[in-house]
């Protein structure tokens, strides 16, 4: 099956400065690859997805690039505010499951005011 | 139009009684996806069903474990004879249609705790 590996796993940044989070993925046929944002006993929120035949999507300060050849995608957050402060989450559909969402293990990102 | 919607929110029970999760999806919405998520961990996939069908129950353990979506009424998962290692919070998600690309939309979560 999919498995999805993220890194890092905390990430500390200064207010005003970008993060960015890497993951990759070993199904080379997953067509789909969402972010969730999970705030502190809350729900996962989907922040921004990309699909296998984009390279790069933007909205507003957060983007997501794929790589197909190499099995990976980011997330950049720019102008990192305080209420970015979440767990992060990627996640990506397998090949004739793609309802399944495979996750990473998530991002703790603290935005220090 | 209300969004996914669970209960209980938290949940206690001792070791050996029987936990039922109540999903209800949002409106419009006829698939229904519970994961699991352990402490620090990101969510597992348990089980995927539609109306009056369990369509893929492979992220689910074989036993003590089991689901339905039944045509009236909330997607239950039913968890009998807890242990200590079911505790996690049991989100559900649904969406309009199934497949890569269709979001899935997250309830707030179960939150069971076994004594």
């Known amino acids: 099956g999919e498995n999805v590996e993220q890194h890092p796993s905390t990430l500390s940044v200064q207010e005003g400065d970008s993060a960015v989070i890497k993951c990759t993925y070993s199904?080379?046929?997953?067509?789909?690859f969402p972010w969730y944002k999970q705030e502190l006993g809350k729900r996962p929120q989907l922040i921004i997805d990309?699909?296998?035949?984009?390279g790069e999507k933007k909205d507003q300060r957060i983007a997501v690039t794929l790589n197909k050849t190499a099995k990976h995608f980011s997330l950049h957050i720019t102008e990192t505010q305080p209420e970015d402060s979440a767990v992060y989450f990627c996640?990506?559909?397998?090949?004739?499951?793609?309802?399944?969402?495979?996750f990473g293990a998530g991002t703790t990102v603290t935005v220090r005011a | 139009n209300a969004g996914v919607m669970q209960n209980p929110r938290h949940l206690v029970r001792r070791r050996g009684q029987e936990a039922r999760l109540r999903c209800s999806p949002m409106?419009?919405?006829?698939?229904v996806y519970w994961y699991r998520q352990l402490p620090e961990e990101g969510l597992k996939f348990m089980v995927y069903?539609?109306?009056?069908?369990?369509?893929?129950e492979s992220g689910m353990p074989k036993e003590r474990f089991s689901a339905e979506f039944p045509k009236e009424g909330p997607s239950i998962l039913r968890i009998q004879q807890v242990v200590r290692g079911d505790s996690a919070a049991y989100f559900c998600?649904?969406?309009?249609?199934?497949?890569?690309?269709?979001?899935?939309?997250f309830g707030p979560g179960t939150r069971l705790t076994v004594l």
């Open positions: 996640a990506a559909t397998p090949t004739g499951n793609d309802y399944k969402l495979s």
């Open positions: 990309i699909r296998s035949n984009v």
């Open positions: 199904d080379s046929a997953s067509n789909y």
């Open positions: 998600a649904s969406s309009p249609q199934s497949g890569g690309g269709n979001e899935q939309f």
């Open positions: 409106k419009g919405h006829s698939h």
């Open positions: 069903l539609q109306k009056e069908n369990i369509i893929d």
